[in-house]
């Protein structure tokens, strides 16, 4: 079983909508959380952090739960510009590992 | 945040050539630099671990003596993918572990793409 795990996709939305993604993960000493997007042959680029508070920068905002070991990305008003592939990272304390999932497509469309 | 600087962006080989990719932070010291390689609408799949002044740690199927990693100073690591050939094309990607406030974070090069003839 892959240790973290998100739906591939891809999940095509108009402009505007609202979007959530998942992702759990199954290494329960995973300690940090982070969503990056990538663009088709770019480099994955830091999104945000996930907190079990909560995180929110702009139309984005992440959650983390603990307890269910799975963390999530929502996406409000949706940008033509917001397509991409957006992948969830759980990094393991100690050693720092950073375990990436294999990515969720999202395209935006008029 | 802090720079990766990876180089070159492209690369068109023949078969059996090797080549080297470098990954440089430009404005911290990088102790950990991970190396990645993805294949088209492919996850992310880590190749080694490479932490500076010792052996890289490779995963599990990937060659040591194929991919070599050199992690001789805190601010470059290199990738020599040796005998390269038509299967190794793919999209080699570094990352190096942020330091100070950003020390959880994964700072990404901007990716080589490798295509062997």
């Known amino acids: 079983r892959k240790e973290v795990e998100q739906d591939p996709g891809p999940f095509n939305v108009p402009e505007g909508a609202t979007v959530a993604f998942n992702c759990t993960y199954s290494?329960?000493?995973?300690?940090?959380f982070f969503w990056y997007r990538q663009d088709c042959r770019k480099e994955p680029k830091l999104l945000m952090s996930?907190?079990?508070s909560g995180n929110e920068d702009g139309r984005f905002t992440a959650q983390l739960n603990r307890a269910s070991q799975y963390i999530s990305l929502l996406i409000r008003d949706s940008k033509l510009s917001d397509s991409a592939t957006y992948l969830c990272?759980?990094?393991?304390?100690?050693?720092?590992?950073?375990?990436f999932g294999r990515g969720t497509s999202l395209i935006v469309h008029p | 945040g802090a720079v990766v600087s990876q180089h070159p962006s492209w690369v068109i080989c023949k078969s059996g050539t090797s080549v080297k990719i470098e990954c440089r932070s430009l404005?911290?010291?990088?102790?950990?630099m991970f190396w990645y390689r993805q294949f088209p609408k492919q996850s992310l799949m880590l190749m080694a671990t490479?932490?500076?002044?010792?052996?890289?740690?490779?995963e599990q199927g990937v060659e040591k003596d194929k991919f070599l990693i050199n992690h001789a100073s805190l601010t470059l690591s290199t990738l020599t993918v040796t005998s390269a050939h038509p299967e190794d094309s793919s999209f080699y990607i570094c990352?190096?572990?942020?330091?100070?406030?950003?020390?959880?974070?994964?700072?990404f090069g901007s990716g080589t793409q490798l295509s062997v003839l």
């Open positions: 990352s190096a572990r942020g330091t100070g406030l950003q020390w959880e974070k994964l700072f």
């Open positions: 290494n329960s000493a995973s300690q940090s």
């Open positions: 996930v907190y079990s």
């Open positions: 990272v759980a990094i393991s304390g100690g050693s720092y590992i950073p375990t």
């Open positions: 404005d911290f010291q990088a102790t950990t």
């Open positions: 490479s932490n500076e002044g010792s052996k890289a740690t490779y």
